[in-house]
């Protein structure tokens, strides 16, 4: 504020002016008459009360103009006060006020340069998300997307466009009921798979639903995220494809194998068969001979008979008979089937059978294959040994059973332990490499496990556990 010079020299002369004419007249020792005294006191009045308030109407006319910056934006202090008291102490608050504002100002501009570039880093990250992010409002309109969305989708977005998330994304019933119950109670939805069709074709996306906290003025509610596995999908197709191709290669090589041998034997035989028939000499000789080949014959049909029987047990595994089975008898039973096999082997048993039965949900019929194959397994491993035993073991709990075949030969050897389990894998020249799957795809589908034991040292160690008996045990 600018202040003229006479004006400052009025409000300081006219109280000094009045002062000095009263010291005048008190030095000269004139007399002062009774009407002019009244005016002398008047004029010294209303010279201090001039200055006063000249002194109020300058502090004034500061802060005035202070505020008339402040409110075009430039926060900056006043001059003080010519004398303390006169309009200082506002002065004094202002100044403070000011200063304080200018603080949070700079406060103000920080965060929002701060919320500026947040925003900008998540429209970028929005940007270049692979997945389609879909913004949904309330009434299940799509208020906003992203690139992917719009590349996918076409352009869309807002209430105008007048499509729902329904409208883009065609969904089953089921799906489409769990959406809505989301949206509207604001839960959380992940990686759930569905197909819709984009473009003219059908493709898979992962849907995940992400609620938003209610906030004034802001229509969207939640954030639909698509994730396209269509080619994840079409990857996992083809590599499941070419699985089942190398797997029917190696079971029809497995075949081929298993049945070349005894295949090779009819052949043979039955070309002897022919020839002796057509020897005329020595009829006798040719008849006996005729009867061993068409013996072997028979015999090398049925081994074919097996192996084929062998296969499809281990390939329905979509079928199993609901049952129980005492895991007791079924054990002794196996036991008296392959009797002549462990007394040809000379094998020394260590089972110690209980009274009471031990119901698993297996039927006996199933449990008796099973015992069967390991026990055949186990005869095998022993044979031609010194020591030639085989240990069963049974221990039950609330759950299921245990059985553990422990025998005393070699063991397996660690770099074929993966793949005892394998169809047609045999570490003997006639085995045909199916016992130990058949047996372990028939616990799987009741419910239990049939394994090796990679701890134990020694012979080989096969844990078989069976679940309880409890009604309706089927697992195919």
């Not at 109280?15 to 030095?27: E, F, I, R, T």
């Not at 992962?206 to 995220?225: T, W």
């Not at 035989?269 to 057509?278: H, R």
């Not at 490499?433 to 080989?460: F, K, M, P």
């Given at each position: 504020?600018?202040?003229?010079p006479?004006?400052?020299?009025?409000a300081?002369?006219?109280?000094?002016?009045?002062?000095?004419?009263?010291?005048?007249?008190?030095?000269?020792?004139?007399?002062?008459?009774?009407?002019a005294?009244?005016?002398?006191l008047?004029?010294?009045?209303?010279?201090?009360?001039?200055t006063?308030?000249?002194?109020y109407?300058?502090?004034?006319?500061?802060?005035?103009?202070?505020?008339?910056?402040?409110?075009?934006?430039?926060?900056?202090?006043?001059?003080?006060a010519?004398r303390?008291?006169?309009?200082a102490?506002?002065?004094?608050?202002?100044?403070?006020?000011?200063?304080?504002?200018?603080?949070?100002f700079?406060?103000?501009?920080?965060?929002?340069?701060?919320?500026?570039?947040?925003?900008?880093?998540?429209?970028?990250?929005?940007?270049?998300?692979?997945?389609?992010?879909?913004?949904v409002?309330a009434?299940?309109?799509?208020v906003?997307?992203?690139?992917?969305?719009e590349?996918?989708?076409?352009?869309v977005g807002?209430?105008q466009?007048?499509?729902?998330?329904?409208?883009?994304l065609?969904l089953?019933?089921?799906?489409?009921?769990?959406?809505?119950?989301?949206?509207?109670?604001?839960?959380?939805?992940?990686?759930i798979?569905?197909?819709?069709?984009?473009?003219?074709?059908?493709?898979?996306f992962?849907l995940?639903?992400e609620p938003?906290?209610p906030?004034?003025g802001?229509?969207?509610?939640a954030?639909?995220?698509?994730?396209?596995?269509?080619e994840?999908?079409?990857?996992?197709e083809?590599?499941?494809?070419?699985?089942?191709?190398?797997?029917?290669?190696?079971?029809?090589?497995g075949v081929?194998?298993?049945?070349?041998?005894?295949?090779?034997?009819?052949?043979?035989?039955?070309?002897l068969?022919?020839?002796a028939?057509q020897?005329?000499?020595?009829?006798?000789?040719?008849?006996?001979?005729?009867?061993?080949?068409?013996?072997?014959?028979r015999?090398?049909?049925r081994?074919?008979?097996?192996?084929?029987?062998?296969?499809l047990?281990?390939t329905r595994?979509?079928?199993?008979?609901?049952?129980?089975?005492?895991?007791?008898?079924?054990?002794?039973n196996?036991?008296?089937a392959?009797?002549?096999?462990?007394?040809?082997?000379?094998?020394?048993?260590?089972?110690?059978?209980?009274?009471?039965?031990?119901?698993?949900a297996?039927?006996?019929?199933?449990?008796?294959?099973?015992?069967?194959?390991?026990?055949?397994?186990?005869?095998?491993?022993?044979e031609?040994?010194p020591?030639?035993?085989?240990?069963?073991?049974?221990?039950?709990?609330g759950?299921?059973?245990?059985?553990?075949?422990?025998?005393s030969?070699?063991g397996?050897p660690?770099r074929?332990?993966?793949?005892?389990?394998?169809?047609?894998?045999s570490?003997?020249?006639?085995?045909?490499?199916?016992?130990?799957?058949?047996a372990?795809?028939?616990?799987?589908?009741?419910?239990?496990?049939?394994?090796l034991?990679?701890?134990?040292?020694?012979g080989?160690?096969?844990?078989?556990?069976?679940p309880?008996?409890?009604?309706?045990?089927?697992?195919?």
């Amino acid at each position: 504020m600018k202040v003229w010079p006479w004006r400052v020299g009025a409000a300081r002369i006219l109280p000094v002016a009045a002062g000095a004419a009263l010291l005048v007249y008190a030095w000269r020792e004139a007399p002062v008459s009774a009407s002019a005294l009244p005016w002398l006191l008047l004029a010294a009045v209303c010279g201090v009360a001039t200055t006063k308030v000249l002194a109020y109407r300058r502090a004034l006319r500061r802060l005035h103009e202070g505020v008339a910056l402040a409110m075009d934006g430039y926060l900056r202090p006043v001059a003080p006060a010519d004398r303390e008291g006169y309009g200082a102490e506002v002065l004094r608050d202002y100044n403070s006020m000011i200063s304080r504002l200018d603080q949070v100002f700079a406060i103000v501009d920080e965060c929002q340069s701060s919320v500026i570039v947040e925003r900008d880093t998540i429209q970028i990250l929005q940007r270049s998300f692979p997945g389609l992010m879909l913004g949904v409002a309330a009434d299940h309109h799509v208020v906003t997307t992203n690139r992917q969305a719009e590349h996918l989708l076409g352009p869309v977005g807002g209430k105008q466009d007048g499509r729902t998330v329904f409208d883009l994304l065609q969904l089953d019933e089921p799906v489409r009921a769990r959406l809505v119950s989301a949206l509207e109670r604001g839960e959380r939805l992940g990686n759930i798979e569905i197909c819709s069709p984009v473009s003219g074709r059908p493709r898979w996306f992962s849907l995940n639903l992400e609620p938003l906290p209610p906030a004034a003025g802001r229509d969207l509610c939640a954030l639909v995220i698509l994730q396209d596995v269509t080619e994840y999908r079409e990857l996992l197709e083809s590599v499941a494809s070419r699985d089942k191709l190398v797997a029917l290669g190696e079971l029809a090589g497995g075949v081929a194998h298993e049945l070349n041998t005894p295949l090779g034997s009819i052949l043979g035989y039955a070309q002897l068969a022919v020839e002796a028939v057509q020897d005329r000499q020595g009829v006798g000789g040719s008849e006996e001979a005729v009867r061993k080949y068409v013996s072997v014959i028979r015999d090398e049909a049925r081994r074919c008979s097996n192996i084929i029987r062998n296969l499809l047990d281990y390939t329905r595994q979509g079928r199993c008979d609901e049952g129980a089975g005492d895991v007791l008898a079924a054990i002794r039973n196996a036991l008296d089937a392959h009797h002549c096999r462990l007394k040809q082997v000379d094998a020394r048993i260590e089972f110690e059978a209980g009274t009471e039965p031990l119901w698993v949900a297996l039927p006996e019929g199933k449990l008796e294959i099973v015992l069967g194959n390991l026990l055949l397994n186990a005869s095998q491993a022993i044979e031609g040994l010194p020591e030639r035993s085989i240990a069963i073991q049974v221990s039950a709990s609330g759950r299921g059973v245990q059985v553990v075949v422990e025998d005393s030969g070699h063991g397996v050897p660690e770099r074929l332990r993966n793949r005892i389990f394998d169809p047609f894998f045999s570490t003997k020249e006639l085995g045909s490499g199916l016992g130990l799957s058949i047996a372990q795809s028939i616990v799987a589908r009741y419910g239990g496990s049939l394994g090796l034991d990679l701890r134990h040292e020694g012979g080989a160690r096969f844990i078989l556990r069976l679940p309880a008996w409890v009604g309706g045990a089927c697992h195919g």
